[in-house]
C-alpha cells in the first residue's frame, strides 16, 4: 500500500491519545496475538501495541513480523510501542489525507 509523509504524520496524530491494546511477551508475536491483531484493525484501523521488556523479540523484529503477517503498514515504533495501520474492509472510519 505505501502511505506517503503526509499520511505518517495525520496517523501518528490521530495515534497519539490512544492507549496499547495489545501486548506482545515472553512467547513473542504467535499465531493468536496476529489473529487479534486482525481483529483489532478490522474494528479500529489505527492501533498501539507494546512489546513487553521479558518479548522473545525486539520491536524491530515485531514490527516486521506483523507487517508481513496482517498486510498492515507501521506507521511508527517509539521506544517499547508499535502504531499499526491497516485500512479496514467494512468500517472505514479514518479517512487518509491525499499523498
Known sequence: MGLSG????YLRALA?????I?????SGVTEQVVDQI???LEARELIKISV???SAVTIEEAAQLIQSMTK??????IGRTLIVYRRSQD???IVLPRA
Not at 503526509?6 to 504524520?9: D, G, I, P, V
Not at 495489545?22 to 515472553?26: C, E, R, S, T, V
Open 6 to 9: 503526509k499520511q505518517m504524520r
Open 16 to 20: 497519539h491519545p490512544l492507549q496499547p
Open 22 to 26: 495489545l501486548q506482545i511477551g515472553k
Open 38 to 40: 486482525g481483529l483489532a
Open 52 to 54: 513487553l521488556k521479558n
Open 72 to 77: 498492515a503498514e507501521i506507521v511508527q515504533t
Open 91 to 93: 468500517h472505514r472510519t
